[in-house]
């Protein structure tokens, strides 16, 4: 059965260093998000995704926060300047449609 | 209007118990309620979803009621087992949307 797969799966960084977060999202799904688990807390839409720009984006989703698709079958989610509060799991997500979305693994982050 | 409340925080049922989880929302232009299954350090998996046409939908033991008029949605695991053991969480989406609305999320504990 297709997956979302999802690369690194734990990513340790410095305090205002930038990290791209990397997603291969299922290959005929047509729609790409993140969302963004903090430890113990619920999952949090970022952004949204559909042919090659956003779709939609949360509150949290500000400048420092970029996507893009370099090809055909990644997904990326790049932090420039990370801070203390972005450490959490970052989950890529993709769907055929608008509707069901099928997540990945997850990246956990940790910045310090 | 974007919250979805979900209860209890936390439960725990014998084997062969029914766990009932409840998730209510206020924002009637939902229109796509999905159930995910949590286990630690994994992605939500999809488990069941259901639309506002119909008041329930079962698929294998996880069954979904749904109320529209009380803006309520319940998920029912029948003949729970301990494998079952993980944290569900309920979620709303709207046509035109690109993102979901996540529950706080309820850690179900099925003892052997």
């Known amino acids: 059965e297709p997956e979302v797969t999802q690369t690194p799966s734990h990513q340790v960084t410095q305090m205002g260093q930038e990290v791209i977060l990397r997603c291969v999202p299922i290959s005929n799904h047509l729609y790409f998000y993140w969302y963004r688990q903090i430890l113990g807390q619920k999952v949090e839409f970022l952004v949204s995704f559909y042919n090659n720009e956003i779709s939609e984006k949360s509150e949290i989703f500000d400048d420092q926060f970029s996507v893009e698709r370099p090809d055909g079958s990644n997904f990326t989610l790049k932090i420039r300047s990370t801070k203390l509060e972005d450490s959490a799991m970052y989950f890529c997500?993709?769907?055929?449609?608008?509707?069901?979305?099928?997540f990945g693994p997850g990246t956990r982050l940790t910045v310090l | 209007q974007q919250q979805v409340k979900q209860s209890p925080q936390s439960l725990i049922v014998q084997k062969g118990g029914i766990p009932i989880i409840n998730c209510a929302y206020e924002n009637t232009a939902f229109d796509y309620f999905p159930w995910y299954q949590q286990f630690p350090g994994k992605g939500p998996a999809l488990l069941i979803a259901i639309r506002p046409d119909v008041s329930e939908k079962k698929e294998g033991r996880f069954t979904i009621s749904f109320n529209k008029s009380a803006k309520q949605f319940s998920l029912h695991i029948m003949d729970s087992q301990p494998g079952d053991s993980a944290t569900y969480f309920c979620a709303a989406s709207r046509v035109g949307t690109y993102k979901y609305i996540f529950g706080t999320g309820t850690r179900l504990k099925v003892l052997a």
């Open positions: 997500a993709s769907s055929p449609i608008w509707d069901t979305q099928y």
